[in-house]
């Protein structure tokens, strides 16, 4: 496999690198040279969002780099309070990120939160009016549009409205094997719509790693639990965003070439039956998880 290389082609053609760095909680003065360190490494996608507060500091890293934009897939989101705002929350992120344009602008969460109270949601306002809006973002700002913790009802509502002539190029969901959404996953295939893996490592503290099976796959392997569960996303058909500030785990995590991981290992991944999801909907004015991705 050569993961370091490889890409998947988007519903608009673009091509998506496989394998990006994360940048959720990746803190002031540490995602800067993170992202410098990726980029120098070989990586070619960043994913970040208005909502983490570092496009600033992952625009320097960019430019510190030294790699040249057109080589890089950048991918940022639209926070739910600017629903209403879609031109702007775009301006806003191209502005701190100092770029002229972004491969992938998602919609963070089905969410239209009103900015004045974040315990409510607009009540003439919902997910698909705020995409009639993204779609309206010219291409030389937004390269490709998609959507982020869309599970399949919230999909084929926005699917089946008339308004909806663009096809999201991404959904972003959250995607580990104590978390494998099959049906989501198939559902997103069956309409074009490629799945990136968040939290592919099953984020902070993660209890992956105290997994037994997984383990000793790695140990078996002489991979590390990360490499193992980096390689299984990208065998199931999906890229992946592991977060990392940490220069050698950074450099880890993309050595990925070379190897593989056997059928009877990807399904013995499957199997694991521990279930945990890092990002709930509690947070939310609104439910936006039904069940419907299991
Ligand atoms: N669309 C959405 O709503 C969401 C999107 N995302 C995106 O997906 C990315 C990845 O998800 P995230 O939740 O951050 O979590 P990940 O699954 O990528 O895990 C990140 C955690 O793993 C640690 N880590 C990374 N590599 C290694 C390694 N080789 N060995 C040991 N520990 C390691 C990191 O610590 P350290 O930095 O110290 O190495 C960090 O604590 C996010 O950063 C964000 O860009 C995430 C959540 C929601
Ligand atoms: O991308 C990251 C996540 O969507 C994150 O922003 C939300 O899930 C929320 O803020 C949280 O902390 O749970």
């Known amino acids: 496999m050569s993961a370091t290389s490889k890409t998947y082609t988007l519903n608009t053609g673009a091509k998506i690198p ?16 993170a992202v410098e360190i990726a980029l120098r490494k070989g990586y070619r996608h960043i994913d970040t969002a208005l909502a983490y507060g570092n496009e600033a500091e992952v625009g320097r890293g960019i430019k510190n780099s030294g790699v040249p934009r057109e080589e890089i897939w950048l991918t940022t989101k639209l926070d739910n309070p600017w629903h209403k705002r879609v ?48 779609q309206k973002i010219p291409s030389s700002k937004a390269r490709n549009i998609g959507v982020s913790n869309f599970g399949i009802k919230n999909l084929e509502i926005l699917l089946n409205d008339p308004t909806c002539k663009a096809i999201p190029a991404v959904n972003q969901i959250e995607l580990h094997p104590n978390n494998p959404s099959p049906k989501l996953v198939a559902y997103n295939s069956s309409k074009g719509i490629h799945s990136t893996g968040y939290s592919c490592l099953g984020s902070t ?90």
């Open 87 to 134: 031109s702007e929350g775009i301006d806003s992120s191209l502005k701190s990120l100092g770029v002229d344009y972004v491969d992938l602008y998602l919609m963070h969460w089905p969410s239209s939160t009103d900015p004045d109270d974040l315990k409510k949601h607009y009540p003439d306002w919902n997910f698909v009016k705020t995409w009639e809006e993204m």
């Open 18 to 33: 496989a394998l990006g760095l994360g940048t959720w909680q990746s803190g002031p003065n540490e995602v800067e040279k």
């Open 205 to 294: 503290g993660s209890p992956l790693y105290k997994d037994p099976t997984l383990l000793s796959m790695a140990e078996a392997k002489g991979k590390t639990p990360q490499q193992v569960l980096l390689a299984w996303g990208l065998q199931k058909g999906w890229s992946v965003i592991p977060k990392s500030v940490n220069k050698e785990r950074i450099e880890k995590n993309f050595e990925l070439d070379g190897w593989d991981l056997t059928d009877e290992e990807v399904k013995k991944l499957d199997g694991l039956k521990d279930r945990f999801k890092v990002c709930g909907d509690a947070w939310l004015p609104v439910k936006v998880f039904f069940g419907d991705d299991e």
